[in-house]
C-alpha cells in the first residue's frame, strides 16, 4: 500500500518546528528491510532535517510526531523522558470489561524475536485502562500508557484477559463479522476474511509542548479498518 502515500496527506496539524500525522497502518515509522516506503523516510522527502520523535508498531495506526530541526526534536524528546507527553489509545479487544482507572504496571521484558514478555528483569512500564463501551463479545478501550516500552499496551492488556481483537502474538483473536450478525450470509466457496487484517489499535490523542512552549493537543480519527470495524459493533450490539 506504501507506495501511493503522499506525506502531506497524513499531517493533520504542523507550525514551523513540528508536523503531528496520522499514520495509516501497514507501513514502519522507520526504515524496514521489508518495505521500501516508511514515515521517516517520507518526512525527510520534505525536509532533510526530519526526525520522527517516537515510534508506532508498523499495524499500529495514530498520531506521530515529527520534528522539522534537531532543536525540536530534542525539546519532545526531553517531554518523553520526563513522560510529561499525554498518549492516549484507543483499542477493540477480545470478552467484555469494565475498567475504571485500572492500573497495569507489570515489568516488560524486549525478546531477540522481536516479541516481549512480561518478566522481573524487565523494564518498569505503567498503563491506565478505561472502558468506553462493552458491546456483545467485545470492549473498546481508552488506554493510557505513562511510559512507552515496544509493545506495552497489547501485552499489559494480554496479561488482563483483554487481548486486542486481531493480535495473535498476544493472544487476540481474528475478528469476523459471523460472530457478531446474525443473519451473516457468505458466497459459496468463500472463506470469510477478518474484517481488520491487523491489531485494532490507534493512538488517537497526543498532549505535548511546542518550541514556544504552547500547549498542543491534537486528536487523530480512526481509519477506514477501525471505523468499519466499530459501525459493525454498534449495529450488531
Known sequence: MGK????????????????VI??????STLDDRNDPVNI???????????HVCHRLDKDTSGLLII?????????VSIQFEKRSIGKVYHAVVDGIHDFKEKVVEDKILKLSNGTVRIDRKGKEAKTTFNTLKAYKLHTLLECKPLTGRMHQIRIHLATIGASISGDAHYGGKPFYLSSIKKKFNLKKDTEEQPLVKRHALHAYKLTFLNLKDDKV?????????MRVLIEQLEKNI
Open 4 to 19: 501511493k502515500i503522499n506525506f502531506k496527506d497524513l499531517v493533520i496539524w504542523e507550525d514551523s518546528d513540528y508536523w
Open 22 to 27: 496520522n499514520k495509516p497502518p501497514f507501513i
Open 40 to 50: 521517516l523516510g517520507l518526512a525527510k522527502g520534505q525536509n532533510p532535517n526530519a
Open 67 to 75: 520534528a522539522k530541526n534537531d532543536e525540536a526534536y530534542r525539546h
Open 217 to 225: 493537543e491534537v486528536q487523530g480519527e480512526y481509519p477506514k479498518d
